[in-house]
């Protein structure tokens, strides 16, 4: 028996030692992937709302122009029946009210298609427009509505333009021609930078016929050409408005689409932006994250590696007592001695481990004899620590995620929770914690206050002179736009050359025998009170006791 506990101690201890740390690592990866996939998870979510925000807008930006157009084209009709001799002054009056940012042109075509009159330089000879897709959709429909057509090449502007055509009837009803308003198609709408759309970003008009009316987009090469068809399968051919992710017609890239019917026209305003771009914004925090797991995974190895090698040596030191009896004291007090020093500078504890170890001693247990369970115990206590201090670093990292806090928190609430929780810890150091006056009520995130109030009255009960009730004592004050909130003690005090220190992340001025912690509690303080645009600081001498003073905005 004595031979197989030997060999446990010697191997095996060890292996399940490196093998929990190597599980723990992989767990730490684990959840860094399966972060890193929710961050893009959220960041396309983000981007699906500011995507369909910039199809309504744009949407309403070509309605307004149409409308604008199609009042101007009543407009015409009206002035070519009931003043025509006076026609192209009233073309010269309504051309910049029409369509104040586009270049826009007006024509008259009679039944057979031939120009009356045009804002266009005088052709040289008669010109007709009988074959146009406009003058077609007039000729033929009985539908008195202003036909967006799709974009051609001017006969006379030698450009790409949206033809936007109204019929003319005679004083019998019947077709007498038509009156267009055309623009050029890079004129319809433009992507102005508060839109916000991205590098990649493109925006396209489409109708209903599947044609592209105009386009417009940040990086060349990246939206269709006006004219072109589109594929008849998009889902925006089949609902009104909606989000959707495909590979891009024109560049290949996978898209991300959101798109929205205009309401009083038979066209579709489609907008999108590259899956790679919107991924990239999250690459800031997946390396904070990478960053963060590598740390856990290389103190989670080198805690293993120590105690791995602590329990070999602590063997090899057992072995040499059973061969040495005549050095046992002095061996017994170097392992005593050794022990001592583990305890305290070899325990970098993790949570983790912890439970891995309950698990592994809960499956093999029996099996094992007094020493493995007192090397088990020994690894799982160790871990306490090192679980408790990942925890205060997770606690660190997560203040400041998301948006600024904005809820109503009642500091006197607060107080109450924390007086709750530290109840144990009062009564033990057989201390008094009291709030001087009236708390006030602030905006904020209960939570963090809370978590702020408590480390600084814990340290309070914590850091007090010995042979002394600690005292503790909560107070605020208006200060202009600001609550200045003070938490007092009767403590040990801080030395002014360590006023800034103080609020480092992993800054202890005492060892552990003396004051157990990890050094991240006033990093916290100072972090909160900064998330919610305060300033934190602490009057103190050393034996005088510590004010530690900060603001919030009331």
Known sequence: MQFLGLIWSRKFVPAAILGVAALSIVLVWVSYAVETANDRKRALGAAEIRLEGVAQALAEQVERTLSGLNIASLYLRHAWRHNHDQFGTVVDAL??????????????????????????????????????????????????QLFVSQPVLGKLSNRLMIPNS???????????????????????FSLEPHLNLGARGAATLIGMDRVVRAAAANTPGTAPEPGTATSPDRPYFQAPDGVFQAVGSVDKADRLFAFRRLKEFPLVMVVSDTVADIEATTLPHRRELAVFALSVSTAVAVFALMLAHFVHTLSARNRALDAKSEELSQSNAELEQFAYVASHDLREPLRMISSFLTLLEKKIGAGLDQDGRDYLNFARDGA???????????????????????????????????????????????????????????????????????????????????????????????????????????????????????????????????????????????????????????????????????????
Request: proline letters at 5%; glycine letters at 10%; hydrophobic letters at 40%.
């Open 95 to 144: 051309r910049p009210a029409a369509a104040p940012a586009a270049e826009l042109n007006v024509m008259v075509n009679d039944a057979d298609g031939w120009m009356e009159f045009s804002t266009y330089p005088e052709p040289s000879a008669p010109v007709n427009f009988s074959e146009r897709q406009h003058f077609l959709i007039q000729k033929n429909s009985s539908d008195d």
């Open 166 to 188: 109204r019929k003319l009837l005679d004083a019998q009803g019947r077709f007498a021609g038509i009156v267009v308003v055309a623009i050029p198609a890079d004129s319809l």
């Open 384 to 554: 306490v620590r090192m679980d408790r201090l990942v925890l205060d670093l997770l606690e660190y990292s997560r203040i400041g995620r998301g948006r600024r806090p904005n809820a109503v928190v009642d500091l006197g609430a607060a107080m109450d929770e924390v007086r709750a929780n530290l109840a144990a810890a009062i009564s033990e150091s057989g201390g008094k914690v009291e709030v001087l006056g009236r708390l006030p009520t602030v905006a904020g995130n209960a939570h963090e206050l809370t978590r702020l109030l408590q480390n600084l009255v814990s340290n309070g009960l914590k850091y007090h002179t010995p042979g002394q009730a600690p005292h503790v004592s909560v107070s605020a004050a208006r200060d202009g736009e600001y609550w200045m909130l003070s938490v007092a003690d009767n403590g040990i005090g801080i030395a002014p050359e360590h006023h800034e220190r103080v609020f480092g992340i992993f800054q202890r001025l005492h060892s552990r025998d003396r004051y157990e912690g990890t050094g991240i509690g006033l990093a916290v303080c100072k972090k909160v009170v900064e998330r919610h645009g305060g300033r934190i600081e602490v009057l103190s001498g050393e034996g005088q006791g510590a004010v530690f003073r900060f603001t919030l905005p009331a």
